[in-house]
């Protein structure tokens, strides 16, 4: 008797199990990646960074991986262009946006902390990168997806695998020599 409830019972659980949302298949959540260590653009570098992209007044840059915010920083005061810094790490977020503020600027400069994977980059003017070959290699889809004609990517010391620069400056900062690519996005 007991052997028979259990029999009957046995399908009722596995129909139960399978119920929409049960036994569904859930994905783990995927990390966001760590693409390149902290490692901050030599400060006589960032402006030639931006001077080689032409940023202009009222442009928009992003700085993906911004660190701890110096790109923006520039970009903001000395430029006067609006900007974006994405990054991974709250510690260097804050410290971005910190800085941002306490020099005025935080109306010019907003700090998304996230994955710079997933940032909507089509009102960039300006890209800024110091992240890793391989880094620039998993996000350039995304830039020939998202980017607008006459958008710029600039790219300290690691270039983009299968682009044509339009320009590499090399540069001494610090004793260390360096290389900026300049790549622009063709009309479509
Ligand atoms: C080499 S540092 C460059 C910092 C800054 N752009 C500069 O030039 O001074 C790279 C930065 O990218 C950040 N980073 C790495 N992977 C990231 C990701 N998936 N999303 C956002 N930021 C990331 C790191 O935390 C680090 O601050």
């Known amino acids: 008797m007991r052997q028979a409830r259990s029999l009957f ?74 900007a974006v810094g994405v990054e991974l790490s709250a510690v260097l977020a804050r410290r971005s946006r910190e800085h941002a503020e306490t020099l005025g600027l935080g109306n010019r400069i907003e700090v998304i902390e996230g994955d710079l994977l997933a940032v909507d980059l089509k009102d960039a003017d300006v890209v800024s990168l110091y992240l890793m070959t391989e880094a620039n290699a998993q996000l350039r889809p995304k830039l020939e997806k998202e980017l607008k004609p006459g958008a710029r990517v600039v790219s300290l010391e690691f270039e983009i695998r299968g682009w044509k620069p339009s320009r590499v400056e090399k540069y001494t900062a610090h004793r260390h020599d360096y290389k900026i690519y300049l790549y622009e996005i063709p009309a479509k």
């Open 9 to 82: 019972i046995l399908p009722a659980m596995l129909c139960a199990l399978a119920a929409p949302g049960v036994l569904a298949f859930q994905p783990p959540p995927t990390q966001p990646q760590k693409l390149a260590p902290y490692v901050s653009s030599p400060q006589p570098l960032v402006s030639k960074m931006l001077e080689l992209a032409g940023l202009k007044q009222g442009e928009t840059l992003y700085d993906l991986g911004c660190g701890d915010g110096r790109i923006l920083i520039a970009a903001a005061r000395d430029f006067s262009a609006r």
